[in-house]
């Protein structure tokens, strides 16, 4: 099997494996992507069968890395997902899920290759026209679950489960936060809070902007004003299950409360 061959295969059975038929056996597929393009093609096969990047509606993306010394990874996720805080995410089936504590963009603008052609990289903030508190929860097709293969967990919207926003504030009322000193925490019921200062693994979610408007608009595509990114985990708490109840807080920017 050839590689688009294969990436269109993997695609399929991910977009089932989506839409509740079963999670899929990592053990079957290559340990590593037969090239570097492999997971991203099926990736992009699988959010354009499922309907993720609707031409005239709002999109929604995570993008983030471990370090700035590292490549991004970039992943649109599915729309019935991303849900207003309070949000409650008890119908989903969702494996073994995590929460992660994020800060969310929203951009402000429509965004192609042509404008992004004209900016000057220091400009890229400009297009944003809000910010807010995110949580995102992870999962998996996989039955390995965050021990299948990479390339394979890429190919699956990077592990994404489903994603809580909370409520916006204007870009410019950001613009004097000092994101090294930024505090944040998760909580689960009543039990003591989970902390961190200054955790963003970039420094600042603001730093892989242009990355990710760059990744999203390529080959002609474009990105619709309202379209949100979230942009890495500032802390991360595991193993939750059903009928946890999350509280994720960043201060100064507010808090939102979700269920699983």
């Known amino acids: 099997m050839n590689h688009v061959d294969l990436a269109q295969d993997l695609a399929a059975q991910l977009a089932r494996a989506w839409l509740g038929e079963g999670l899929l056996d990592a053990q079957t597929w290559p340990v590593d992507a037969p090239d570097a393009q492999c997971a991203d093609q099926a990736l992009t096969a699988l959010a354009e069968q499922l309907n993720w990047l609707p031409a005239a509606s709002p999109q929604f993306w ?46 402000g603008r429509g965004v192609d290759s042509e404008l992004l052609a004209r900016l000057e990289p220091q400009d890229a903030a400009e297009l944003i026209d809000g910010v807010c508190v995110a949580a995102e929860l992870v999962s998996s097709r996989w039955q390995q679950g965050q021990a299948a293969p990479a390339w394979l967990r890429q190919a699956d919207a990077l592990s994404h489960g489903a994603l809580a926003l909370g409520d916006w504030h204007s870009r410019q009322s950001c613009a004097a936060i000092d994101w090294s000193q930024q505090a944040c925490s998760i909580q689960r019921n009543g039990e003591t809070p989970r902390c961190a200062r200054g955790s963003h693994s970039l420094g600042d979610p603001f730093w892989g902007l242009l990355e990710w408007l760059r990744h999203a608009s390529r080959e002609g595509r474009s990105l619709p004003a309202g379209s949100v990114v979230t942009t890495g985990a500032w802390l991360v708490l595991g193993d939750l299950t059903a009928g946890d109840q999350i509280c994720v807080r960043f201060d100064g920017l507010g808090e939102l409360k979700l269920s699983v």
Request: proline share 11%; hydrophobic share 40%; no cysteine.
């Open 62 to 107: 995570k993008s983030g890395g471990p370090s700035r010394q590292t490549a991004l990874s970039h992943a649109p996720l599915a729309p019935s997902g991303v849900r207003a805080a309070p949000a409650d995410f008890s119908e989903l089936r969702l494996q073994r899920p995590g929460v992660e504590a994020e800060i969310a963009l929203r951009l």
